[in-house]
Every structure is written in structure tokens, then in C-alpha cells.
Nanobody, 125 residues
Framework: VQLQASGGGLVQTGDSLRLSCAAS????????VGWFRQAPGKERELVVG???????YYADSVKGRFTISKDNAKNTVHLQMNSLKPEDTAVYYC????????????????????WGQGTLVTVSS
């Protein structure tokens, strides 16, 4: 599957952005999809994941601010980001795997065989 991420931009603290990950085929219910981010000088980390079964995972740093959703008709997974902070500044990537990963595997980028290009999110203070 091919993935295309979009929606990044430059915003101010407290603003919102919605990222989109468009897939070339149906992924809802078939793939586990993760949104990762990589800040300058830091390792890439999982921010939000939605498993093939529909269960979700949110990193503690984004709980209550970020929401993952899916558009079955458009084979797209969205990441709604509210109350953005400067520490959310990073390149955001969407990734997908057909493996039925368990929670402990969800955060490992090596479990994902399909990656979209990154989209840059910059939050100014």
C-alpha cells in the first residue's frame, strides 16, 4: 500500500491542525496505522496508533489533545491535533502494517512496512 501524508504547516501555540494519511487501497479494518513523529535531534516516536481491530493508542504527551479518526470511503486516516505546543514540532509520518500487532509492538517502527513521506508541523511559541 502507498501512503501519502498531508496537512502540516506553521501554526501558533494553542492552534489546531488536521493531518491526513491517504492510502492507495482499503486499510480500515485491514491494516494497523500509526502516526509517528520525529523532532530535530530526537528519535522517531509513535504518537497515535489505530490497530486493524479498531483499538487505539495515544502517547501520554498527546492524550486529550490529539484524536485519530478514519474515513472509510476515502481510505484515509486523520490526525486531529488541538492545543498544539512548541514541543509538538516535528516531522509527522504515517505508517501501516498488515501484521496483527499487539500493543507492545505498536510503538516499534520496525513493525511497519509501509511509510508515507513526512509532513512538517511547526508550532511557534
Amino acid at each position: 500500500v502507498q501512503l501519502q501524508a498531508s496537512g502540516g504547516g506553521l501554526v501558533q501555540t494553542g492552534d489546531s491542525l488536521r493531518l491526513s494519511c491517504a492510502a492507495s487501497e482499503r486499510i480500515i479494518g485491514r491494516y494497523t496505522v500509526g502516526w509517528f513523529r520525529q523532532a530535530p535531534g530526537k528519535e522517531r516516536e509513535l504518537v497515535v496508533g489505530i490497530r486493524w481491530s479498531g483499538s487505539t493508542y495515544y502517547a501520554d504527551s498527546v492524550k486529550g489533545r490529539f484524536t485519530i479518526s478514519k474515513d472509510n470511503a476515502k481510505n484515509t486516516v486523520h490526525l486531529q491535533m488541538n492545543s498544539l505546543k512548541p514541543e509538538d514540532t516535528a516531522v509527522y509520518y504515517c505508517a501501516a502494517t498488515q501484521r496483527h500487532v499487539i500493543l507492545s509492538q505498536l510503538r516499534s517502527e520496525t513493525e511497519y512496512e509501509n511509510w508515507g513521506q513526512g509532513t512538517l508541523v511547526t508550532v511557534s511559541s
